[in-house]
Every structure is written in C-alpha cells, then in structure tokens.
C-alpha cells in the first residue's frame, strides 16, 4: 500500500522526533515544549492554519483536501501529556526531567499523528478537511474537555473524530477495536471519619475510628457483590487509608479514606456515588461518629460510535491485515469528552512485547509508527475520498 511505503520512508525521521518527545516529557497542561514543537513542525508542513492555546497548550492543524466539495471535516486526536514517574528504562534517550517520563507512549502517539500530518499535508489527497488534535491533560487533567470546552468541534466543524493508543502486549502494528462502551468512567472518593481520640488504652473514652473505616473498606465492597447486577461492571477500590496519628497508643481522632470507582454505564456509576454515601454515612453513625464524603466525577464512558467503529476496523485490517475485538478497559481515557461531542472511533495499536503502560520501564515501540500512521492516513482518505 502506498501510505505503508511512504510511511516507512519517514519512520526514521518520525522517530527522531518521537525520541525528542520522550527525552522532555512535560505533565498534565505544563506541555510548553512539546506543543511548540508540534505547531512548529505543522507550519512547517505547510498546514493551512495553526492555532495554539486550545485547552490551554493544545495545538490544532487544519489541512484542507485538494476538493472540498464533500463538506466533510474529520478530526484526528493525539495526545501529548506525560506521567509523574521516576523513568527506570536506561535508554540513552530516556527522560531528562526527574520524576516525569512518556510512561504512557503519548509521545509515539503525538509523533504518529505529526507523521500522517506531514503526509497528508503533502499529498491532499482527498475530499474535504482534516483537523489534527493534539491534546495536553489526558492523565488526569481532562485536557480533552477543555479542548471542547473551548469550542473547538464548532469551530472547525468537526463531523467525527478518531483516537488512537498503543497496547502492549499486542502484536506490533495490529489492532483491536469494539463498538459501545469501551474505556470506564473514571471517579473518586474522598472520606473522612471522625470520631473521639484518646488513649488506646482506654477505648471505651473513644470513639474509634479505625474501627470504623475498616468496617467502612470491607462494606464498600458489597456495592459490587450485592447492589450491582452480577452482569454489570463496576470497580470500588479503597486506595488510601491514612490515621490522624501514627502513635502505637492513640486512637486517632480522623481517618481519611481515598478511592475510585471505575464503571461502564451511567446506572452503576449513580449506583456507586449513592450507595458510598449511604454506606459511609452508616458506618460512622453506627460507631457514634460522622463521615464527611465527597464524591468527584472524573473522565466519562468512552463509547464507540457502531458506524465509525465498523469503518475504523474495515481501515485497520486493511493496513496491517489484523484487527482484533478489543476487550473492555476498566481504565479511563478522556478522549471520552470528544466522543460525547461528535460520533467517531478509538482504536488500539500493537506495542509488541513491552513493559505495560504507567510502568517505569516502559517504551513506546517505535516499530509500531508505519501502521499507527498509515491508519490515521488511510482514514481520512476512505472516509473523504477525491474525486
């Protein structure tokens, strides 16, 4: 195929500039450098137009086709944020920054997107408009939903939109998709009980707070085995439980509880938030003390569009020969914002035989870069075909 040649021509040159990425990782919205190198390279690819700020340091690249007659405009998203890890991998490119690496591949997945920019840029072989995305925040800052927030669907009449995030694990340059929901909603919790310090020798003076938090952990775990449908997914985890004292002969006067909740339907998520509520509240009156709870509404269910899932599978196997049925993730991406926004696809990528995502020896496979691109490539050019 002529976008896989063309692909494997630059392979070199987009790895230089994903292993730049990934030698100056920048976190959450902190992407100064990484976004001026993107806006840089894309004015230099001669896109149309180049807008910065979107989302705070989001960058967005407009490449109009050689005909327009279609009206069809189709976005393209990467992401470009990295994780507030100790990177362990002992590469001679490895992080530059102490305790932030690309832990994650945002780094291949900012230089694919820039790879299929500078091809399309080239060639404009197609009907319509593409905008490429590329996004700050995905880890935790919601990036996405201030890039929507800042009205970019309506800005550049986005119809539909695609993402795209390696796998490891998976054969290098496959792929994997499904239709509906895909990547869980993402929430929090925060509890804490009080009660009545005193000495640990005299527990009847008190009103004992460990007792009540850890009767509070192990209750929170019936929301999964006795209020939700066996059939449903749902994830409480109690993540962090810390004592107002670390003494061996106080009981302290708080406990502080920290957890998630991850789920794939708005019905358990309401489940979930009620029922934490409910449980907390209980425990710490049962035990004679309160529980102040705060319940945080993270990234969304990501749901596939079924039309854009089945043709962004149709274009995967016809650039690799390979794509899978993605199984449910039970972690969040909140490519979901967008996905809320405009109909469109997310799409896993092989990343060979590597460390796991969120790991410190993790690398992205930068043998994976032909595919990941041509896909982007070959999605604009099936969906808005020239004439």
Same mark, same amino acid.
């Given at each position: ?17 994903? !292993? ?12 100064? !450098?990484?976004?001026?190198? #993107? ?139 499904? *239709? ?44 999964t085995s006795r209020n939700a449908d066996p059939v449903d997914q749902i994830v409480v985890s109690v993540t962090s439980f810390e004592t ?7 009981? *302290? ?7 998630? #909740? ?40 990501? #749901? ?24 449910? #993730? ?12 405009? *109909? ?44």
């Amino acid at each position: 195929m002529p976008v896989k040649n063309r692909f494997a021509e630059l392979q070199a040159e987009i790895t230089e500039w994903r !292993r730049d990425i990934h030698e100056h990782p920048e976190i959450l919205f902190e992407t100064h !450098r990484t976004s001026a190198l #993107v806006a840089e390279k894309l004015k230099e690819f001669g896109c149309d137009e180049v807008v910065t700020g979107i989302g705070r340091t989001g960058v967005v690249g407009v490449i109009r086709g050689k005909e327009s007659g279609s009206g069809k405009v189709i976005g393209l998203r990467a992401d470009m944020d990295a994780l507030p890890i100790h990177e362990a991998t002992g590469l001679g490119y490895a992080s530059k920054t102490p305790g932030a690496m690309h832990a994650c591949g945002h780094d291949g997945h900012t230089a694919m997107l820039l790879g299929a920019a500078r091809y399309l840029s080239e060639t404009r072989n197609f009907d319509g408009t593409v905008v490429v995305i590329f996004q700050p925040a995905e880890e935790g800052g919601g990036g996405g939903k201030e890039m929507c927030d800042d009205g970019m669907m309506d800005r550049w009449g986005i119809q539909e939109v695609y993402g795209m995030h390696n796998w490891p694990g998976k054969p290098t340059g496959s792929f994997a998709i499904r *239709p509906g929901a895909f990547f869980a909603a993402t929430d929090q919790f925060d509890i804490v009980f009080e009660g009545k310090g005193g000495h640990a020798a005299k527990p009847h003076e008190t009103v004992d707070t460990t007792v009540m938090a850890a009767q509070a952990v192990m209750a929170l775990q019936t929301i999964t085995s006795r209020n939700a449908d066996p059939v449903d997914q749902i994830v409480v985890s109690v993540t962090s439980f810390e004592t107002s004292s670390n003494a061996f002969n106080v009981i *302290p006067q708080t406990v502080h509880l920290k957890g998630t #909740v991850r789920t794939m339907s708005n019905t358990m998520r309401d489940l979930a938030e009620k029922r934490i509520k409910e449980i907390c509240t209980g425990v710490g009156a049962t035990f004679g003390g309160t529980a102040d709870i705060k319940y945080h509404r993270g990234y969304p269910v990501m #749901v596939n569009s079924e039309e854009q899932t089945q043709f962004a599978a149709e274009v995967a196997r016809s650039v690799s020969g390979q794509c899978d049925d993605a199984p449910l #993730v039970m972690g969040g991406e909140d490519f979901a914002f967008m996905l809320e926004e405009r *109909p469109g696809a997310y799409i896993l990528v092989g990343n060979g035989d590597t460390a796991m995502v969120h790991h410190p020896e993790y690398n992205f496979n930068d043998d994976a870069i032909p595919a990941g691109c041509s896909w982007w490539a070959e999605i604009v050019e099936r969906r808005m075909p020239a004439a």
